[in-house]
Every structure is written in structure tokens, then in C-alpha cells.
Nanobody
Framework: QLQFVESGGGLVQPGGSLRLSCAAS????????MGWFRRAPGKEREFVAR????????YYADSVKGRFTISRDNAKNTVYLQMNSLKPEDTAVYYC????????????????????WGQGTQVTVSS
């Protein structure tokens, strides 16, 4: 069974940076799309970014475009989320997730289409 271990969250000042990691075990991610989602206090879980493991194409939510970068390391079976120019509104629990590949871009914006989830890591942006 596919499992994830997330790391890299923490407390950072506005304008700072963090890099989240999500290491997968269980099987290869070649036929999956990896996504990052977040849930802020009192809000619904929202899409942040996704990457197709095969080919590496990426897609971002408008709220993070130009500030966040999703990437993958095939050899380490790990996906990353580099977060720069962080804002207080980025404060949330961040989750990585995997969904079977082969669907449209819009498909992967829906958290309900993801089959496997990490445990979440807290990111707090505050001065």
C-alpha cells in the first residue's frame, strides 16, 4: 500500500521560505499524479499544486502561482513543495496526495479524486 511521510513544516516569518517533502513508499509513482493541498483553520481543504510523475508537468492554484514550486525526485520517490514569499494567509496544514494519472487538469483540483494521503504538516506564517 502506498504510504507517505511528510516533513518540512514549521513557523516562518512573512516573506520567508519553507520546503515541504513527501516521501512515498509502497510502490513507484510512475502512473500517478502527486498533489499538495492545504486546510486552514475553519476553511475547506483547497488545492495548491500538482505534478504528473511521468513527464513532470505542473499546475498551480492562482493564490500560490509564482511563489510556490512543486517538483519531484524520481530516484528518491519524493515530491517537494518549495514555498517562497510566504504570507500569513498561507498558514495551514499541508497534505500531499496521490491520484491515478490519465485525467484532465481540472480532475486533479478535486481532493476527492485522490486515493492516498500523507499525514499533514503544519505551516505557520507569522511575525
Amino acid at each position: 500500500q502506498l504510504q507517505f511521510v511528510e516533513s518540512g513544516g514549521g513557523l516562518v516569518q512573512p516573506g520567508g521560505s519553507l520546503r515541504l517533502s513527501c516521501a512515498a513508499s509502497g510502490f513507484t509513482l510512475d502512473y500517478y499524479v502527486m498533489g499538495w493541498f492545504r486546510r486552514a483553520p475553519g476553511k475547506e481543504r483547497e488545492f495548491v499544486a500538482r505534478i504528473r510523475w511521468s513527464g513532470g508537468s505542473t499546475y498551480y492554484a492562482d493564490s500560490v502561482k509564482g511563489r510556490f514550486t512543486i517538483s519531484r525526485d524520481n530516484a528518491k520517490n519524493t515530491v517537494y513543495l518549495q514555498m517562497n514569499s510566504l504570507k500569513p494567509e498561507d498558514t495551514a496544514v499541508y497534505y500531499c496526495a496521490a491520484a491515478k494519472s490519465g485525467y484532465s487538469t481540472m480532475w486533479y483540483l478535486n481532493s476527492g479524486h485522490y486515493d492516498y494521503w500523507g499525514q499533514g504538516t503544519q505551516v505557520t506564517v507569522s511575525s
